[in-house]
């Protein structure tokens, strides 16, 4: 379990979150939604360790997260920025870098690292890509190879930063199946997404945010049914059923 606990964060010391308090469980899709500049990259940074809460504190599984080194903290959560630098080396190399945290003293790969990496290139169909350069392919590509890094590092907690952005519809579509097997793999999933259907469809639990506060935090239809969500972002919420799960359409 990870947990935040009255979290305050800010740059230069102004606040941007105020009291933050949320749970992220094994085998949950915890969804954060809110609109833009509402502080949900900067919740997900604090929770991955990469900003410091100004108040409160983030543990994981009962210990804080100041207790943790990088490479044990990295052992057990990844994290999907929302950057993805175009650099020279190739997709393989770069699925590779997840497997670093694992990496004996000697710091080579051996036969389980290599077959961790053949999977990830698998599960996001870009094993045709390997031997390309980061600059040689497509956005929506290159974000499914960052993608298949941070799936690459297998660890318990995986924390995305819109994984769906840049992407095709069709690619879309899979990826929110992605993050529902990853979740089906018992891991905790965690997810800054802009598309809302998408997120509901997926959620098991939902944090909305509002001007750096939780408006309002649970499992999603409840949610949904607090008319909370219409009101931040003042659109109309519909609910239809497809193939016995609810799809949430706003307008
Ligand atoms: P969101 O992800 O919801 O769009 P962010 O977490 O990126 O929101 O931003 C929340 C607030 O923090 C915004 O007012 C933004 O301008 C501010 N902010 C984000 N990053 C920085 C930074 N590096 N330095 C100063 N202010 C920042």
Redesign the pocket.
């Known amino acids: 379990m990870l947990e935040l606990n009255g979290l305050d964060v800010g ?2 010391g ?1 606040r ?1 979150l105020h009291n933050v308090n949320l749970t992220f469980r094994r085998g949950e899709i915890t969804t954060i939604i ?10 997900l940074k604090t929770t991955c360790k990469l900003l410091k809460p100004l108040a409160g504190r983030v543990s994981l599984e009962g210990e804080d997260q100041r207790e943790y080194g990088q490479r044990r903290w990295a052992q057990k959560l990844s994290y999907l920025s929302q950057s993805r630098s175009e650099s020279q080396i190739t997709v393989r190399a770069l699925v590779m870098h997840g497997r670093y945290p694992h990496l004996g003293f000697s710091r080579s790969a051996g036969p389980q690292d290599y077959q961790i990496v053949e999977k990830a290139l698998k599960q996001l169909g870009i094993e045709q890509l390997q031997d390309k350069s980061l600059s040689q392919i497509s956005g929506g590509e290159r974000q499914k190879a960052y993608l298949a890094m941070a799936l690459a590092q297998d660890t318990p907690y995986i924390a995305l930063d819109e994984p769906a952005t840049s992407l095709d519809l069709s690619v879309q579509r899979e990826m929110l199946k992605l993050l529902l097997q990853l979740k089906q793999e018992g891991k905790a999933v965690i997810a ?1 997404m802009h598309d809302l259907s998408g997120a509901l469809e997926i959620s098991d639990q939902v944090c909305l ?1 509002d001007r ?1 506060k939780v408006a309002s935090y649970g499992p999603t239809r409840q949610i949904v049914s607090s008319g909370v969500i219409e009101e931040v972002f003042s659109v109309s919420c519909m609910e239809i059923q497809r193939e016995g799960n609810p799809l949430y359409l706003f307008s």
Not at 34 to 43: E, P, R, V
């Open positions: 740059y230069r102004q941007v809110g609109k833009n500049g509402s502080g949900k990259s900067t919740l800054v945010l750096g």
